[in-house]
């Protein structure tokens, strides 16, 4: 059974910091590009980050771009997000997520940046 | 970027009932779209790959065309499971975009 368990959402003050993590299991995790999946409260969906299945190449929305890095660490099975810089806008639900067919997400953890 | 938008944002629809979804790129995408259904306080589902292509699993009632700029969404007879929020997705370029959702109620 494929799983990807979030971790490492919560409250921050604007300003502040936050990595998230993901575990994955039940497929080949080091084949696929995997990525991160916002969204805030009663909003729809939007793509935050991709990362290649080596972890040669990352991708980012303009939004989150110099603020935040995608990471993998393959032997672990584990994709990360480090968030720097954090902003009230940045409160959303984020999920890892392979979005490709056929696609995995997890449960989502919610980020909410508040002072 | 590429912007996405759908039309409606949303629609009352009953049991039975066709419905299509229309999802438009701001500029050529080839076939690079992807639908997905989401429900309340749950994460999104893969529906339809590539436009057109039924992800294993959905049930066949639900179908995807187009290529280019336009693309769309049908479900041929609306099922009670079926009331949910659809989104289409480019994959086709950095940055990746969703349209912003089309909310599915019952009438």
């Known amino acids: 059974e494929v799983q990807l368990l979030e971790s490492g959402g919560g409250l921050v003050q604007p300003g502040g910091s936050l990595r998230l993590s993901c575990t994955a299991s039940g497929f080949t995790f080091n084949s696929f590009a995997m990525n991160w999946v916002r969204q805030a409260p009663g909003q729809g969906l939007k793509w935050v980050s991709t990362?290649?299945?080596?972890?040669?190449?990352?991708y980012y929305a303009d939004s989150v771009k110099g603020r935040f890095t995608i990471s993998r660490d393959n032997p672990k099975n584990t994709l990360y997000l480090q968030m720097n810089s954090l902003r009230a806008e940045d409160t959303a639900i984020y999920y890892c997520?392979?979005?490709?067919?056929?696609?995995?997400w997890g449960q989502g953890t919610l980020v909410t940046v508040s002072s | 970027a590429i912007q996405m938008t759908q039309s409606p944002s949303s629609l009352s629809a009953s049991v039975g009932d066709r419905v299509t979804i229309t999802c438009r790129a701001s500029q050529g995408i080839r076939n690079d779209l992807g639908w997905y259904q989401q429900k309340p306080g749950k994460a999104p589902k893969l529906l339809i790959y590539?436009?057109?292509n039924l992800q294993s699993g959905v049930p066949s009632r639900f179908s995807g065309s187009g290529s280019g700029t336009d693309f769309t969404l049908t479900i041929s007879s609306l099922q009670p499971e079926d009331f949910a929020t659809y989104y289409c997705?480019?994959?086709?370029?950095?940055?990746?975009?969703f349209g912003p959702g089309t909310k599915v109620d019952i009438k």
């Open positions: 990362i290649t299945a080596s972890g040669g190449s990352t």
């Open positions: 997705l480019q994959d086709y370029n950095y940055p990746f975009t």
């Open positions: 997520a392979k979005i490709v067919s056929p696609d995995y």
């Open positions: 590539a436009a057109s």
